[in-house]
Structure formats: structure tokens, C-alpha cells
């Protein structure tokens, strides 16, 4: 039985420097968005409205993936990442535009049972939960653009 000389793992290799970090960050906002949502859902008991839902599909397996990427020093996942977050970031920029009333929907996602604008969905008291998700889908694109491996670059 021979043994490739070349053959590295994950474990082994050193970390690509500020792209990881580029990587790492990503993946801390995705984690932080999940603990977030599940938060608000869970221990809260707020039942998020039907746009909340499809950003959640999306925010939940980038937590996933990143996590993954991170631990194994892999930037492939960025084929798979920006994907996905150019997917959630759409629909929270719709759901932005709804909740500003930038745009003018008939079937709005919120109604009286399920509600984005209450008081206890803004953070710090004046940060609202639509804002956030745009914000984290934005930042989390940005973050796995940068994480480039050095032969790209």
C-alpha cells in the first residue's frame, strides 16, 4: 500500500489567513441569524410570517455549510453559498420594500396574527427583524466573495 506524499487533510493544512477569517465571518452571522430566528420562534413564541419563513430556508443550511467550510479550510462552498444567500436576499429585500411600503402588495406576508412591525420584533427598540435579514444576507454575500483561495487571487 503506497501513500501519496501530496495527499493533505483538512485538519493539516494551514488556514488561508484573512480569507478564512472572510469565511469565518460568514459563517458567524449565519449561525448568529439562526440562533436569532430560533430565539424569536422558540423562546419567544412569535410565529414568523410566511417571508420570514422562506428566509429562514435559506439562512438555516448557510449556518450549516459555513460551519462545515470553516472547520475543513474549504472555499469550494462558496459555489453553493452565494447561491443561497443571493436567494435570501432577495426575498428579504421584497419583504423590505413590503414593510416600508416601497411597494404595494395586495397579499401582504403580515396580517394581525403574524406580525413583523410589533414592538417585540425590532431590536434595541427601533432595528426591525426585515432589516436585519437584509443586513445579514448582505453581509454574509460580501464575506464569501472576499473568501478567496490564494491560487484565485
Known sequence: MTVDANMTFPSTRKPDGSNWSMLFLAWLIAFASTLGALYIGEVLGQTPCQLCWY???AMFPLAVVLGIACFRDDFSVRQYAIPIAFAGLAVAL????LYFDVVSESIQPCDETVSCSGEIMMILGWVP????SLAAFGLILIFSFLAKPRSEQ
Request: glycine fraction near 0%.
Open 129 to 132: 427583524i426585515p432589516v436585519l
Open 94 to 97: 421584497w419583504h423590505n420594500l
Open 55 to 57: 428566509q429562514r430556508i
